[in-house]
C-alpha cells in the first residue's frame, strides 16, 4: 500500500487539497476530478462531511487515490481510515496519527518544517513528509536547506503553491509532488462551479505534463 501511494505520488505530481462542506459535492469532485486527469484528492477532516465525503468517492471511483487531510489526532486517523482512506495527511507531527497509520500499513505524510519534525518523521522510517506551509516557510529554498541534511527524504510541499509556482517546486528532485486547493477552492465548490475546477485542473495537469515533456 505505502509503495502504490508513493507511485501515485510520483506519477500525479499534485493532489487536489478540499474542504467539502457537503457530502453531496463529493461525487461531482470525483467526476470532475477523473474527467480532468487527475483522480486524487485529500478530503480535509475539518468539516463533519469529511468521513462520508471519503467513503462516497472510494466506493464510486475506484480508479480514484482519495487520502484524508489536516488528520490532527488519532481518532480522525481511525475514521479515515475506516471511510477507505488510501493515505493520511497531517499539518503537523503527531506521534499517534503516525503510529496507527503505520499500523494499519497506510501510508501517512506528517506536515513538517523543521529539523527537528524531520527527525521525528525519521525516527518512523517516513520516506515522505509534507512541508507546511510551503510558502511561508521558505518554499523550495528550505527544500533545498532540509533536503542537504536529510538527503534520503522528499518533500510533499502545501500551501502556497498554485499554477504560477508549482513548476519550479516539482523542478526540485526533492519534491515527489506537492499538495494544493487552488483548483478546488472553498468558494469553487460552495457555488458547485465544477465546471470552473475541471478547467483549472486540466490546466494544471497541462502544465505538468509539459514540463514533463
Ligand atoms: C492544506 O490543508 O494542506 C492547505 O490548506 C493547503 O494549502 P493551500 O490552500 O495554500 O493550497
Redo the contacts with the bound molecule.
Keep these: 500500500m505505502y509503495e502504490k501511494s508513493l507511485e501515485t505520488l510520483r506519477r500525479q505530481k499534485l493532489v487536489p487539497?478540499v474542504k467539502l462542506e457537503r457530502v453531496q459535492d463529493a461525487l461531482p469532485l470525483g467526476e470532475t476530478l477523473c474527467e480532468a486527469g487527475l483522480p486524487i484528492a485529500e478530503v480535509?477532516f475539518r468539516t463533519d462531511a469529511a468521513q462520508e465525503a471519503i467513503e462516497k468517492l472510494t466506493k464510486e471511483f475506484p480508479g480514484m487515490t482519495v487520502g484524508a487531510?489536516?488528520v490532527v489526532n488519532k481518532e480522525q486517523a481511525k475514521r479515515a481510515f475506516a471511510a477507505g482512506a488510501q493515505f493520511l495527511v497531517s499539518?503537523g507531527v503527531n506521534r499517534e496519527v503516525i503510529e496507527y497509520a503505520l499500523g494499519q500499513n497506510c501510508p501517512v505524510y506528517p506536515g513538517t518544517c523543521t529539523p527537528s519534525e524531520i527527525m521525528t518523521a525519521l525516527e518512523y522510517g517516513l520516506p515522505v513528509v509534507k512541508f507546511?506551509p510551503a510558502n511561508q516557510y521558505g518554499g523550495l529554498k528550505t527544500i533545498q536547506a532540509l533536503g542537504s541534511v536529510f538527503s534520503q527524504l522528499q518533500f510533499m510541499p502545501?500551501?502556497?503553491?498554485h499554477a504560477g509556482n508549482l513548476l519550479e517546486y516539482l523542478e526540485d528532485p526533492r519534491v515527489i509532488a506537492c499538495?494544493?486547493?487552488?483548483m478546488v477552492k472553498d468558494s469553487l465548490i460552495r457555488q458547485g462551479d465544477f465546471q470552473r475546477v475541471g478547467q483549472l485542473t486540466r490546466e494544471a495537469v497541462k502544465l505538468i505534463q509539459e514540463q514533463n515533456g
Design positions: 487539497v480535509t487531510g489536516t499539518p507546511f502545501t500551501g502556497g503553491i499538495g494544493g486547493s487552488w
